[in-house]
């Protein structure tokens, strides 16, 4: 998953999305359905921060990036995250914050989820 932060983004903003990511019941039961959540499936997570994720392109070509916290805070927020994920038993993996990395993913099925803690959709 990518993990953007905003400006706007603080502690209780963390928890909601770690709650809401970890409990999401996305993947398939024995019926087919999306009924299972990360623990149930045995899953583990691997979180990468992603402050490309607040590029507003809606007023030119190129991309305003005013809307991400600075880096010191979102790192601090997006640690915060990581910790609340595996407080929760899970297995995390994480990317390096501000490292130009390469990542390569594999989508098994049709559904890319965007969770936002403002709650905004």
Do not use: H, I
């Amino acid at each position: 998953m990518y993990l953007g932060v905003g400006a706007g983004d603080d502690e209780a903003a963390g928890k909601y999305l770690v709650e809401k990511v970890a409990s999401l019941r996305v993947f398939e039961d024995e019926r087919g359905r999306m009924s299972l959540d990360l623990a149930a499936v045995g899953g583990a997570a691997l979180v990468m921060p992603q402050f490309t994720l607040y590029g507003d392109v809606r007023g030119g070509r190129r991309p305003d990036f005013t809307a991400a916290m600075e880096p010191v805070r979102a790192n601090a927020l997006y640690e915060d995250f990581v910790a609340g994920m595996r407080a929760r038993g899970l297995a995390v993996a994480t990317g390096e914050f501000r490292a130009e990395m390469w990542v390569e993913s594999v989508n098994d099925g049709p559904v890319t989820l965007l969770v936002d803690s403002a709650r905004l959709f």
